[in-house]
T-cell receptor, first 112, second 113 residues
Framework: TQLLEQSPQFLSIQEGENLTVYCNSS?????LQWYRQEPGEGPVLLVT?????EVKKLKRLTFQFGDARKDSSLHITAAQPGDTGLYLC????????????FGTGTSLTVIP | ETGVTQTPRHLVMGMTNKKSLKCEQH?????MYWYKQSAKKPLELMFV???????ENNSVPSRFSPECPNSSHLFLHLHTLQPEDSALYLC????????????FGQGTRLTVV
């Protein structure tokens, strides 16, 4: 059983379309991070959300932390082929010690 | 460039070989981690070091042996591996164990033949 479930697992869209990736848990997190990983490379940190209800924007990417701090979403506007990669959410649940958990991942392919 | 450097980037080894993976971080962090990433599987935490002391070992086989000589360096010593150990091995660091953000190296792609 995964502490952080992401959906969808795979996503293939045309350039210019919008998409949303979800990261859900039954546990409360002190913060959540979003990473993007390209094939054969390590994950690269995109953003950290800390406050319940927080919204952060990074160019065409919008990240939201749920009010209860149990879930998060990543919305990409007008996707580009350069957005292709594996998107991972991760964080520390506040009641289960100091273990850093990763989500199951969403593999995004943006077709030119 | 994330400040975490892993070498080598690629490694092919036989099942009877002994090799080591190296990780170096220049971020002044106190916690370092080894993760294993296999195809179509979530990242698996292998080892956690905090202030050079191993604080977590997630049921990893003894053919994987970590070493943390100082807070900037982390090694993963490999011996008598199996083909199913082929994977991307990732090193990460964070300010402290329980810190809000982890920064990753580029990984070592390991193939066991």
């Amino acid at each position: 059983t995964q502490l952080l479930e992401q959906s969808p697992q795979f996503l293939s869209i045309q350039e210019g379309e919008n998409l949303t990736v979800y990261c859900n848990s039954s546990s409360v997190f002190s913060s959540l991070q979003w990473y993007r990983q390209e094939p054969g490379e390590g994950p690269v940190l995109l953003v950290t959300v800390v406050t319940g209800g927080e919204v952060k924007k990074l160019k065409r990417l919008t990240f939201q932390f749920g009010d209860a701090r149990k879930d998060s979403s990543l919305h990409i506007t007008a996707a580009q082929p350069g957005d292709t990669g594996l998107y991972l959410c991760a964080g520390y649940p506040i009641y289960t010690g100091n273990q850093f958990y990763f989500g199951t991942g969403t593999s995004l392919t943006v077709i030119p | 460039e994330t400040g975490v450097t892993q070498t080598p980037r690629h490694l092919v080894m036989g099942m009877t070989n002994k090799k080591s993976l190296k990780c170096e971080q220049h971020l002044g962090h106190n916690a370092m981690y080894w993760y294993k990433q296999s195809a179509k599987k979530p990242l698996e935490l292998m080892f956690v070091y905090s202030l050079e002391e191993r604080v977590e070992n997630n049921s990893v086989p003894s053919r994987f042996s970590p070493e943390c000589p100082n807070s900037s360096h982390l090694f993963l010593h490999l011996h008598t591996l199996q083909p199913e150990d082929s994977a991307l091995y990732l090193c990460a660091s964070s300010q402290d164990r329980g810190g809000t953000e982890a920064f990753f190296g580029q990984g070592t792609r390991l193939t066991v033949v």
